[in-house]
């Protein structure tokens, strides 16, 4: 068994060990009192912004209820085309080694979309759309494997940081705190998954890449990461929150000088990973 192997062995005894019921974790409040913090404020998308600094405190934690519906349905869609993508992989020859634990990923990120579903449907009766576009092309040997899973390792590691912080927040109402620790539980062996197998991919498949294929590639990757923070910032949230021009509001936060120090905090360790393993050159702006 080579270091991958074992990586992936382990990884699948954890995930077998720490089993979680979805339907049995969590404790459900009939209702949720508006009066709460549903997101930590600092990680509400309006932070620091002259938007937010000037909302009274009931309606900042109104914000942090439809910031919370926004963030679990980001990751609903994130997960959604993750179980598309896992599941076209499982039992592909070349991935003999991964497949045990695709079934893992794939049975952790279902759950997932259960609990994330549930705090949407049962407080909000709603699931923000996605508003992601895919666009069919063709890709070079191994670059569509490779795109794959560097996007889930990337959304997995900027959503991780907000699921640390805020399973250790006292402030939150308990149902938000936990569903910020359980996910936060099961990321942690994804996210060491995900290092292992983009930096394998890449290894592997980038030097039978041509310099315009690898240029495309990083550059694709580059606007990922961006358009991934975009979706931090949506509009409907401002308007379901009560805030008068929600677009305006949108644009202003995201060019806001505090704001785009946030994404380059919360994504520093995994930029720096990428740029660390060659994967990307610079980093984008964000
Ligand atoms: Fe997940
Ligand atoms: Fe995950």
Redesign the pocket.
Known sequence: MDEFEQIVDKLCEASRKQFVNPYEYLEWPKQLDPEQWCTSPELISLYGTESYEGLPEAQRKRLSFYEAVNFFSLNIHG?KS?VEGLAQRVYRKSNAVITPYLHH?LD??NK?MVYFGSFCKRYANKVYPDRKMVVPREFAPGEEDFLFFTK?MVF?EVVDVYNLRMSNDERLVPIARQINQIHHR??AR?LVFGREIVKRLFDHYAPTWSPETLRGIREYLQGYIVATWKEYYNPDVYKDAGLQDPYGIQQCAFDHERCRAHRRQVSEKCLGYLIENGLLEQEPTL
Do not use: K, M, S, T
């Open positions: 997960e993750l990923f952790e990120e997932h889930v997995e099961e990321e994804h």
